[in-house]
């Protein structure tokens, strides 16, 4: 359904009777996107199409106006528009292959990838830096409350069997890899006390490598729904390392999940790629650069813990099932991680915590 409309929106925009569908990519946020092609004049065009958004497209484009003032490596917009229950925006596409994409595709670090991510993270901490400003939660383009409040409701859903949700143990203690912790209860209320930083920066909102775009002759930044004034950037800095952490786990990452004793269980091991730590490394270094403290730290770790919690909603999404155990065990452990060992190399993360 989405694809006609898009088919119509692109071609009377473009009034070209040669555009190709290229290749459809589902988004995130419930989000279409078709690649259309005019091979002869060698232009392409994204259009996006969302039915009932989280937000709207047509405030993802005033966050990109806004954006577009600090960063020059954005598509331009060229429409936006409403059919029906469905929101279209129409820009132009300078490439096909996402940041992501690009590193799945290689088997060995690419170094053209890591000079891209590093030139990506290091043109938003330049913008970080000259944007600093007093920080106010109530205008943050990316809410805390909202997404802890989503992300717990989906963890508390977990089904540990047929019939019987995670909800029901979020009082028991875990025991991970043979070292106890807290509670999910104490967990989750640990994340409940993330402080404002102390100042709000400018930001894309969603610095992610599913989210840069490889052109030929450099990279441009997508998906502007959390872009804006008053992001926080130990947030930001917890996306440029975090995701790196679960989204490589490989084939052999395996785990049991279990309720023995009055206690949640969690046996796993690691398929991580090294290789991919020094992507990770480019965020470690960010942390140095912003003079962050030992608070900052703690706090970005629950970050960190939160969006590794987060990450668990899209597992069915993407057949990786098997992956849950893993993921909720770095979520534990990074949330209970102690001030000095931010940004746990995920291999190593062995840190106890009584
Ligand atoms: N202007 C564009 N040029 C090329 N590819 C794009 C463009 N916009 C979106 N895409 C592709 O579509 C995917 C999803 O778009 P995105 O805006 O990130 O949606 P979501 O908010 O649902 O994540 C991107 O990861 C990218 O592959
Ligand atoms: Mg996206």
Known sequence: MSQKIAHKLVTKLTSSDRLQLLS?????????????????????????????????????????LTLSKYYKNLPEVLNVQKVGNYEIMISNAYGTETLHRLICSKPKTCSKCLSIWSDVVFSLVDVWEQTKHNYLSEESPRPYKPRLERITKGVKEIKISDNIKLENYFNLPLKINGVIYPSLEECFSRLERVDAPSFGVLCHGDPQPSNVVVSGNGWYLVDWEWSGFHNDWR????????WWSYRYFSAETLGEMKIEFGRIIINHNYGFNNEIQNYQKVAVEVFTRMNGTWKDIQDINKYLGLLYFGEIRFLDYWNKQKLMPAIIAEAVKTTFGNAGQPFQYIDKSYHTYV
């Open 24 to 64: 459809v990519h589902s988004g995130s946020s419930n989000s279409k996107v078709y690649i259309y092609g005019d091979t002869q004049k060698e232009v392409f065009y994204a259009v996006k199409c969302v039915k009932d958004p989280r937000l709207s497209l047509f405030d993802e484009y005033a966050r990109y």
């Open 235 to 242: 947030q930001m800095l917890s996306h440029m390392y975090g």
